[in-house]
């Protein structure tokens, strides 16, 4: 956690590569020397087929809350790609693929591992305590302690980036003036103690619950996010009205909040309850009401309701500022032919921005002075290669232009 994010890139593909190796070596240890069971119990031959469909449902949800604070913070990680479209590939393979191939895997396990009550074995923890109560022999323990290794470094990773940066980069957004993304992990590891996440893992069924309890708070977060940048504004920010604090600025709304954001989340939210707390609640799974249902399936629902009911809200009361951006590209976010295609005059490395004048008047920026160097530059980039004509000096132009003369 003492380790900004951009520098965190090679310890977490080593402990992809060692989890990736632990479970497959599990799964074939596994294969070899258990025995098939169906891991469900036979649960799905009480199921009607309306039921079994909710069931479907249920899974998509769980699996998208398990990735639903990944997919809130998404852009915090992919600011640092080098240039646009590498996280397209590194989505599509880092989440996608595993996300595909790993839930099989535990699949097959379960069923070849059942416990002395004849349940299947979800916990890989609990599977390698139970193949040491099986055969404690030296190679057993010795596999074991090597699987360990894989799983707690797999562990660390997952808990430092999908819970400790997610939270520091929450943390310093709100608060930038005092928390960083280093204290913020800080605060966040201090924070976890008191909710004890180790309590929600006994059962495979309980964890399923939480997931999707994620999703009822985050999934309407990423539907607002999305609508207002891609719908409401249309791809079009002013990131310098981003970091001042003038009450004219396209970002301070009202008071400083968003009060239509914070409307939608709260509706959207809502309605979810009352079937996640009879969720947890119920006992038997075949028997639901309409709110567990519509609870199961809220991570879509949920997604879908705040992207247009945002929309709707924000054309209905459209704050000031929509469809605007920045005239240069006073912090040099885009490449040159990005910022031409976007309509913006591209970042001038000769030019510093003061942080303090950032504070006060948008006016206090001087974005045609930008403009004009802007040209300037484009003007001495044009007579970089040049043909004298005869009797020109030579001498002079170098001097001005800094051309090379041919």
């Known amino acids: 956690m003492l380790v900004g994010p951009e520098k965190i890139k090679h310890p977490v593909i080593l402990s992809n590569v060692l989890a990736v190796i632990v479970m497959i070596s599990l799964t074939l240890w596994t294969v070899k020397t258990g025995e098939f069971r169906d891991p469900s119990g036979g649960w799905d031959t009480v199921h009607a087929q309306t039921n079994r469909w909710w069931t479907w449902l ?17 852009a915090d990680f992919t600011r640092f790609a080098r240039r646009q479209g590498v996280q397209t590939s590194g989505t599509l393979f880092g989440l996608f693929v595993p996300g595909t191939i790993i839930p099989l895997l535990g699949i097959v ?5 059942t416990d002395a009550s004849g349940q299947p074995i979800w916990n890989p923890v609990d599977l390698l305590m139970d193949r040491l109560a099986r055969d404690y022999t030296f190679l057993t323990r010795a596999a074991c302690f090597f699987c360990a290794a894989g799983l707690i470094t797999s562990q660390l990773a997952q808990n430092v980036l999908g819970n400790a940066y997610a939270a520091g980069m929450g943390l310093a957004g709100l608060f930038p003036k005092y928390v960083n993304i280093k204290r913020g992990c800080i605060i966040a590891a201090m924070l976890s103690w008191a909710f004890q996440p180790w309590q929600f893992y ?15 708070f985050l999934m309407p977060l990423t539907g607002i996010m999305i609508s207002d940048f891609f719908l409401v504004r249309r791809q079009r920010i002013q990131l310098t009205h981003l970091y001042t604090r003038d009450t004219s600025g396209s970002y301070y709304f009202t008071y400083g909040v ?4 914070l409307f939608v989340w709260l509706a959207c939210v809502a ?41 709707g809200i924000m054309r209905c009361f459209p704050p000031k500022g929509l469809g605007e951006q920045d005239e ?18 591209p970042f001038n490395k000769e030019f510093e921005v003061e942080g303090e004048r950032l504070r006060g008047s948008f006016d206090d920026l001087e974005l045609d002075d930008l403009v004009e160097d802007e040209k300037e530059k484009s003007e001495k980039e044009e007579l970089k290669d040049v043909d004298l004509e005869d009797g020109e000096d030579q001498g002079l132009l170098k001097e001005r232009f800094g051309a090379r003369v041919i």
């Open 58 to 74: 249920y899974g998509i949800t769980s699996i998208l809350g398990s990735v639903s604070s990944g997919i809130l913070n998404h």
């Open 109 to 113: 396990t379960a069923s070849m591992n």
């Open 202 to 216: 006994y059962l495979s069924s309980m964890y399923l619950d939480i997931l999707s309890d994620f999703s009822v």
């Open 258 to 261: 968003n009060w239509r954001a």
């Open 271 to 311: 309605p979810a309850i009352p079937g996640m707390i009879d969720n947890l609640q119920i006992k038997d799974r075949t028997e639901v009401t309409v709110a567990v249902l519509y609870y199961r399936g809220f991570c879509i629902f949920g997604f879908v309701q705040s992207l247009v009911v945002y929309w």
């Open 328 to 345: 240069v590209d006073v912090y040099g976010t885009f490449a040159s032919e990005e910022a031409i295609d976007l309509g913006i005059t």
